[in-house]
């Protein structure tokens, strides 16, 4: 069964910087896009990253663009999303999901929270 | 940006009834999926390519529809289908319509 499991997330101060980490498992990591997505306290889901087999290309949503990076090592089967310049909207529970067929999201992690607040 | 608007936003049922739920692209969309997403998990593939069941899917699941108009149809309830479901599109990025909670009445 594929896995999927985000580092712990926690509380970080507006205009803080956390990485979220995604350990990789039970399936050939290095054939898939990879995707960052966030869900808000009671709210739907919002894509922000994906990230291409080899890293070499990555999108971002315009509201984490220039703040955000994702970034992978298939070597140690994981993928990161270095999050900077922190603000309260960013406060979410952040999944690391796998890229499936015909570009839609086939296995989540099981999520990891951050929240942004002084 | 695709705009996806689903609706109902709200789908009140029963257990054994048939639920349609509907997803309206801003613009034709060439890819679209559907998620099911039950209260405190992480949201699960349903369909995509508007069609195709994911693996494990049940066959109560059925997704039709293709331009800007998508439905996902569930044949008959069971209690574990109580949850709110997404749809997506990937057209250059990828966007999530807003959901449907899918209640029991």
């Known amino acids: 069964e594929v896995q999927l499991v985000e580092s712990e997330g926690g509380l970080v101060q507006p205009g803080g910087s956390l990485r979220l980490s995604c350990a990789a498992s039970?399936?050939?990591?290095?054939?898939?896009?990879m995707h960052w997505v966030r869900q808000a306290p009671g709210k739907g889901l919002v894509w922000v990253s994906f990230?291409?087999?080899?890293?070499?290309?990555?999108n971002y949503a315009d509201s984490v663009k220039g703040r955000f990076t994702i970034s992978r090592d298939n070597a140690k089967n994981t993928l990161y999303l270095q999050m900077n310049s922190l603000r309260a909207e960013d406060t979410a529970v952040y999944y690391c999901?796998?890229?499936?067929?015909?570009?839609?999201?086939?296995?989540w992690g099981q999520g990891t929270l951050v929240t942004v607040s002084s | 940006e695709i705009v996806l608007t689903q609706s109902p936003g709200t789908l009140s049922s029963s257990p054994g009834e048939r639920a349609t739920l509907s997803c309206r692209a801003s613009?034709?969309?060439?890819?679209l999926a559907w998620y099911q997403q039950r209260p405190g998990q992480a949201p699960r593939l349903l369909i995509y390519?508007?069609?195709s069941r994911a693996t494990g899917i049940p066959d109560r699941f059925s997704g039709s529809g293709s331009e800007t108009d998508f439905t996902l149809t569930i044949s008959r309830l069971e209690p574990e289908d109580f949850a709110v479901y997404y749809c997506?599109?990937?057209?250059?990025?990828?966007?999530f319509g807003l959901g449907t909670k899918v209640e029991i009445k």
């Open positions: 613009q034709s969309v060439s890819n």
């Open positions: 997506q599109q990937n057209s250059g990025s990828w966007t």
């Open positions: 990230i291409n087999y080899d890293g070499t290309t990555t």
């Open positions: 999901v796998r890229g499936g067929p015909l570009r839609s999201l086939d296995y």
């Open positions: 390519g508007a069609s």
């Open positions: 039970e399936f050939t990591f290095s054939n898939y896009w």
